[in-house]
Every structure is written in structure tokens, then in C-alpha cells.
T-cell receptor, first 114, second 116 residues
Framework: AQSVTQLDSHVSVSEGTPVLLRCNYS??????LFWYVQHPNKGLQLLLK??????LVKGINGFEAEFKKSETSFHLTKPSAHMSDAAEYFC????????????FGSGTRLSIRP | EAGVTQFPSHSVIEKGQTVTLRCDPISGHDNLYWYRRVMGKEIKFLLH????????ESGMPNNRFLAERTGGTYSTLKVQPAELEDSGVYFCASSQAGQDFSYEQYFGPGTRLTVT
């Protein structure tokens, strides 16, 4: 069965320190993997995506993620957190066959301490 | 370019009433999706339109939910009659033509539905 797990419901870091948001997936197929961010009262915005090209994916706002097949992980990182990064982040897995196979993680709320 | 818009942003209705949510996708996007996030749970797929046709509605919870996409443009999602468990945030998203789900989906801000 396909699934996606975001290991932390809430992460709090100090401004200027690294960010790590963890995501693991389970899939019998070769998935496409995405990270989306949702700021308050806004729609989800795509940060980055992996679609079987380079395993290290760079996204917007300094975020990047590395696809590790052996670990079935797609963790999101940023070297230095900014106050504007405070938001909820979703790891998403999709499968080519059907829209109904789009699976969202439960979300990780990122807080930034000044 | 205008993004995906949803109306209303928030709706509070009583159990048994009817509510209609509207989504206007990005112009020219053939694919339109509805999702729902019930409090404390994951965002779940509801259905997928390609132009005016329902491509996949396997995520619709029951027959109290009816989605339409008139002329392949905007879409409506009607809940009739609403139940308490229908409360949540309803998201709409659109993407360009084709069914490769590596295409980015553009999300609207969501409609928060509260059934009392």
C-alpha cells in the first residue's frame, strides 16, 4: 500500500539555524514527490518536486530535498531559517496512474523563534 | 495571472442545510481537483475533472456531495444535506493539460466549512 509519513507534527527552530522536516513514503511504484507550503489564509504553494531526475532537488526560498530510495525518504532542508518560513509544510506523493493516488502527509507546522 | 480562487472563504451552516462551494481555476487549466482536510486529519483527494468530465470521483465520501464543472471552466461542490462530519477545509487545485501528475497543481486558499 502507498503511504506518506511526516514524522513531526511541529518543528521549532531559531532564526538563522538549519531546518529539517522529515518525510518517509511507502510505494510499490516509482513515485513523484513534492513538498508544498501553506502560509495562513493562503493556498498550498509548491516548494519543489522530484520526478526521477536528480535526487537532490532545489526549490524556492532556499529549500532543498534529497530523494533517498534506500531509505524511502524525501526530507526537506534549509540551511538557515527565516521568520517568513513559519508555515505548515506538506509532503505529497503521487503516482502516475490516477489522481486518487495523490497522498498527502499530515503536515508539519514550522515555527521560527527570533 | 490570477491564481485559483475559491468562494466563500468561510461558511457556517446548520446541520441539514445545503452549501455550495465554488472554485475558479487558472484560465486554460484542463485539470481541476477537489480536496478536503477534516480537522486534525490529512488532506484527502475528493475528485478530478478533466475539462467538464469527471475523471475520477473515487474520493467523494457519499452521495450527499455533488460536484459539477460547467463548460469546463469553474466548478461547484454542493453538500446536501450537510452533516457535522462535513466540517473542514475544502481545497481546489488546477493544473495544465495532460494527466502526468508530475505537473504542479496550483491550489486555492480553501473554503472553511463549519457545520453546527
Amino acid at each position: 500500500a502507498q503511504s506518506v509519513t511526516q514524522l513531526d507534527s511541529h518543528v521549532s527552530v531559531s532564526e538563522g539555524t538549519p531546518v529539517l522536516l522529515r518525510c518517509n513514503y511507502s510505494s510499490s511504484y516509482s513515485p513523484s514527490l513534492f513538498w508544498y507550503v501553506q502560509h495562513p489564509n493562503k493556498g498550498l504553494q509548491l516548494l519543489l518536486k522530484y520526478t526521477s531526475a536528480a535526487t537532490l532537488v532545489k526549490g524556492i526560498n532556499g529549500f532543498e530535498a534529497e530523494f533517498k530510495k534506500s531509505e524511502t525518504s524525501f526530507h526537506l532542508t534549509k540551511p538557515s531559517a527565516h521568520m517568513s518560513d513559519a508555515a505548515e509544510y506538506f509532503c505529497v506523493v503521487s503516482f502516475y496512474s490516477s489522481a486518487s493516488k495523490i497522498i498527502f502527509g499530515s503536515g508539519t507546522r514550522l515555527s521560527i523563534r527570533p | 495571472e490570477a491564481g485559483v480562487t475559491q468562494f466563500p472563504s468561510h461558511s457556517v451552516i446548520e446541520k441539514g442545510q445545503t452549501v455550495t462551494l465554488r472554485c475558479d481555476p487558472i484560465s486554460g487549466h484542463d485539470n481541476l481537483y477537489w480536496y478536503r482536510r477534516v480537522m486534525g486529519k490529512e488532506i484527502k483527494f475528493l475528485l478530478h475533472f478533466v475539462k467538464e468530465s469527471k475523471q475520477d470521483e473515487s474520493g467523494m465520501p457519499n452521495n450527499r456531495f455533488l460536484a459539477e464543472r460547467t463548460g469546463g471552466t469553474y466548478s461547484t461542490l454542493k453538500v446536501q444535506p450537510a452533516e457535522l462530519e462535513d466540517s473542514g477545509v475544502y481545497f481546489c487545485a488546477s493544473s495544465q493539460a495532460g494527466q502526468d501528475f508530475s505537473y504542479e497543481q496550483y491550489f486555492g486558499p480553501g473554503t472553511r466549512l463549519t457545520v453546527t
